[in-house]
């Protein structure tokens, strides 16, 4: 019986921990691009399966079984799809760096998908061990530390909740027959509560339309370069005038420089609309996601230009 190895068909290190992998194929998906066809399509299922923690368990545990069925492309491009129980976290010191999900898979009947799955018996036991343990825990916080003897109630407690007799209903038959006397001057009325200060308004925040797991979340992009001519992962251009040819120069001044906390460095890049070197102030900052990368301002100019090495 002959498996579909990712592994093997990436040439991926099967003994690299999870995060390891997600970095090499993210890498390999920024490299390659959209265009990539067939190959992006791989890549893109190896990072939604090997790159999951639980996902990868299921895959691997099917790989090393002889008596499992032949997973085949269409099995892994399922396991892909598949919601896998959450694990305690991400992997510590792993940061989502571009958004990979699972690629588009055709709908297959029902009934024949469940008959022939190699993830769904897997995938059972863990909803099953998952629902016990729940059930055990339930019942151990409702019936643990019950005896006859009931606690005694902690001595700050003082509503009592040992009776049932109903409170004593006042005797109005003998109230007095008429209101006390009102004093003599009226009570000043509470002075007006300030209203309150205005909310501060919002800062500029990120102009374009990116979500959690894009590159520029977060920041004041004005537009996108991508990774086409440059060596750094992406660029992006802030505020001023600078263009994306300019950008990709710059990232290729900083490319593979990761940024440590609160650093600063200066740069010179190549200006094709101005035709000289231009000389650039940059400076760590993160996006949204966390990610490290670098935010550089032109010194005469000082239009932004954002850099992810």
Request: glycine fraction near 8%.
């Amino acid at each position: 019986m002959s498996h579909y190895d990712l592994y093997t068909s990436l040439g991926l290190d099967r003994t690299a921990p999870t995060t390891a992998l997600a970095t090499d194929i993210d890498r390999r998906i920024a490299d390659l691009g959209a265009a990539g066809g067939a190959r992006y399509s791989e890549l893109r299922t190896a990072r939604a399966v090997l790159g999951d923690d639980g996902r990868r368990r299921l895959y691997d545990q099917q790989l090393d079984n002889p008596a499992a069925p032949e997973i085949t492309v269409a099995d892994v491009e399922e396991l892909a799809a598949m919601p896998v129980a959450a694990t305690d976290g991400p992997p510590s010191g792993y940061t989502r760096e571009i958004p990979v999900g699972p690629p588009p898979v055709t709908a297959a009947p029902a009934a024949a998908a469940t008959a022939r799955s190699p993830w769904v018996v897997p995938a059972a036991v863990a909803t099953v061990v998952v629902a016990v343990a729940a059930v055990v825990i339930v019942w151990l916080v409702t019936s643990g530390g019950s005896d006859n003897a009931a606690p005694a109630p902690d001595a700050d407690f003082r509503e009592s909740t040992t009776t049932s007799s109903p409170a004593p209903v006042p005797d109005t038959s003998a109230a007095p027959s008429q209101a006390p006397s009102s004093p003599s001057h009226a009570t000043p009325s509470p002075a007006p509560a300030p209203a309150p200060a205005p909310a501060p308004a919002p800062g500029p925040g990120n102009t374009l339309v990116t979500e959690s797991g894009s590159y520029g979340v977060g920041l004041a992009a004005t537009a996108t370069c991508g990774s086409d001519g440059t060596r750094a992962r992406y660029v992006l251009v802030g505020d001023g005038t600078a263009k994306c040819d300019f950008a990709g120069n710059v990232g290729d001044k900083l490319a593979g420089n990761t940024p440590r906390s609160g650093e600063q460095t200066s740069v010179s890049a190549y200006s094709p609309a101005l035709k000289q070197q231009v000389a650039l102030t940059c400076s760590q900052v993160q996006d949204s996601d966390r990610d490290r990368l670098w935010k550089c301002s032109v010194d005469s100019s000082g239009s932004i230009i954002y850099v992810y090495p």
